[in-house]
């Protein structure tokens, strides 16, 4: 769904006659829905819809206002995205520990890559933060001494540097419904394995336990479905015989950086979409101006035949 439609997020504890309130709501403003997703995971409902407001009868303030009241009345965290809202994207960066898609991140950032603003790196440790200095960045820190998150202290802050996209850069912990559900589609991982194949927190040891000649890493969407999001962009390497863990690592990390920066600049060029679980290139938009996969002259080296069909006719003479 692209930004030209207004969009409409609603989260909280499950309840019936949710979806029939807001749309109530929508209909006698004049609203159209073009798009309407809900689904419920721990107790959790979480519904966004794409609406056009071109024509509705209010305006954005009274729209806006209206949302926040009924959902003070139902419970429910309402946010609205406008088509101007979404036009300038603002990025928060999550971490743990491991600074090199951080880096990568950030000096595309600095070298004006992005056309869009970092404004914050938050982290459930603090070893980053020098990083997040140097460049001029708020750094908050939202672990405890195990590094488990306050989650909700992140969606605060969230909230407080109106975040549209979340970017996480290595950040070792699972999200909770309560962030994904808010920022559908808008939250994306970089994972050190061709996914589906190896999710989890063990990607290179289980690639080299399998003992794979090619490895590879993955950005995608972040759902409630661990590594099970919508895949944006992939890169593979070789993993030669006798390779440690170590070896693997050392190879895949330059490439987490690559595809995690290409999914985040897919994203911001609004040029994929989701659709049943999967992503897909927006019509309009040339392919070949990202890297989605392995390079393109590789299809150079690759055998074309035989296919079936397409072989020469076998003769009983």
Not at 31 to 42: C, K, Y
Not at 58 to 63: A, D, N, V
Not at 66 to 76: F, I, K, R, T, V
Not at 159 to 171: N, S
């Amino acid at each position: 769904m692209s930004r030209n439609y207004t969009e409409i997020t609603v989260v909280g504890d499950d309840d019936t006659g949710l979806i029939a309130r807001v749309t109530t709501l929508l209909f006698e403003r004049d609203i159209n829905i073009e798009d309407l997703d809900q689904a419920v995971r721990d107790g959790v409902f979480r519904m966004t819809m794409h609406v056009d407001t071109a024509e509705m009868s209010c305006t954005e303030g009274e729209l806006r206002t209206a949302l926040e009241e009924l959902g003070e009345e139902l419970g429910q965290d309402v946010q609205v995205r406008f088509p101007a809202d979404q036009a300038t994207q603002t990025i928060a960066v999550l971490v743990t520990k491991e600074s090199h898609c951080l880096e990568a991140l950030l000096a595309a950032w600095a070298d004006g890559e992005l056309g869009a603003d970092i404004e914050v790196v938050v982290g459930n440790h603090e070893d980053l933060e020098p990083l997040a200095e140097q460049y001029g960045l708020d750094f908050h820190d939202v672990g405890d001494e195990k590094g488990t998150p306050d989650e909700q202290r992140l969606l605060a802050l969230l909230a407080e540097y109106d975040t549209d996209l979340i970017v996480l850069a290595r950040y070792m912990r699972i999200l909770s419904p309560e962030v994904v559900f808010r920022y559908e589609d808008r939250i994306i991982n970089v994972h050190p394995s061709l996914l589906p194949a190896f999710p989890g927190a063990e990607a290179y040891r289980q690639a080299r336990e399998e003992g794979v000649r090619v490895a590879g890493v993955t950005a995608h969407y972040v759902t409630t479905d661990l590594d099970q999001g919508p895949i944006i962009a992939q890169r593979a390497f070789n993993a030669p015989p006798g390779a440690d863990v170590e070896e693997l690592r050392r190879r895949g990390q330059p490439l987490e950086a690559e595809t995690l920066l290409e999914a985040v600049r897919l994203h911001l060029d609004d040029a994929v979409s989701v659709y049943r679980g999967r992503t897909e290139i927006r019509d309009g938009v040339d392919a070949d101006d990202y890297r989605l996969g392995l390079p393109a002259d590789l299809d150079d080296r690759l055998p074309d035949r035989p296919i079936d069909g397409l072989g020469e006719a076998v003769s009983d003479d």
